[in-house]
């Protein structure tokens, strides 16, 4: 975990992380509007959902995962999610969930996350 993050917020971090994967049981469709932030997340659009996805971690209450985030678009897009956040926010939910630190390790230059099947490689850079 980044060095420049106190052992305090470390430890915040730590717990805004839920317990199961299984535990997030947010909507998998529909436009998201956050509590006390500004912005709309329209969840028909994949990048729309990683930056909702990248709001919670690196911005989230106590629950809010829970509760906004969903299991299998958030697997799905972990690749991209980690690009977008520093070591310090992913650290906690790569060390509590293994398969999320395998998941981190596919090369999202060729896969393309808007194909039928989630990760299916590109094509059009083979022709």
């Known amino acids: ?16 992380v839920p317990d199961s994967l299984d535990d997030l049981r947010g909507p998998a469709e529909g436009v998201i509007e956050l509590p006390l932030r500004i912005g709309r997340w329209d969840l028909a659009e994949w990048k729309q959902r990683v930056g ?14 829970e509760r906004y985030i969903d299991r299998g678009h958030f697997v799905e897009l972990w690749p991209y999610i980690r690009c977008c956040v520093c070591d310090g926010y992913s650290s906690p939910w790569e060390e509590k969930f293994p398969e ?11 896969y393309d996350p808007r194909a039928d099947e989630p990760f299916r490689l590109k094509t059009d850079w083979m022709s």
């Open 100 to 110: 999320l630190r395998h998941r981190a390790s596919i090369d999202t230059s060729i």
């Open 52 to 65: 909702l996805y990248h709001e919670l971690i690196v911005d989230c209450r106590k629950g809010e995962p």
């Open 1 to 16: 975990m980044s060095t420049w993050f106190t052992e305090e917020f470390k430890r915040e971090l730590r717990d805004r």
